[in-house]
Nanobody, 124 residues
Framework: QLQLVESGGGLVQPGGSLRLSCAAS????????VGWFRQAPGKEREGISC????????NYRDSMKGRFTISRDTAKNTVYLQIDGLKPEDTAKYYC?????????????????WGKGTLVTVSS
């Protein structure tokens, strides 16, 4: 079974930046769509961004455009999420996810594999 392991979360001040990493257990980036979700306490899990296999095209939730940047290193089987200008409302657990669906709707129902998540806390 495919394993996804997130890292890079932690406590940061408002306005700061983080780079989250998602390491996959195998050579999957050419075949799976991989990306990120987040879930704040008491809220629904929401898609952030995804990157498609092989071609590597990206999509972002409209509300996430600008401050969030997804990228990948296929040699390392790793997907990254750069978050700039962090705000307190960005506080959430961030999950890496992979699926065979196209990188379009990016909803939880189309996810085949989940990471355990990494917590991002934005506070002064």
């Amino acid at each position: 079974q495919l394993q996804l392991v997130e890292s890079g979360g932690g406590l940061v001040q408002p306005g700061g930046s983080l780079r989250l990493s998602c390491a996959a257990s195998g050579d999957i980036l050419d075949y799976y769509t991989v990306g990120w979700f987040r879930q704040a306490p008491g809220k629904e899990r929401e898609g952030i961004s995804c990157i498609s296999g092989w071609v590597g095209t990206t999509n972002y939730r409209d509300s996430m455009k600008g401050r969030f940047t997804i990228s990948r290193d296929t040699a390392k089987n790793t997907v990254y999420l750069q978050i700039d200008g962090l705000k307190p409302e960005d506080t959430a657990k961030y999950y890496c996810a992979a699926g065979r669906h196209t990188c379009s709707g990016w909803v939880p129902q189309e996810i085949d594999y989940w990471g355990k998540g990494t917590l991002v806390t934005v506070s002064s």
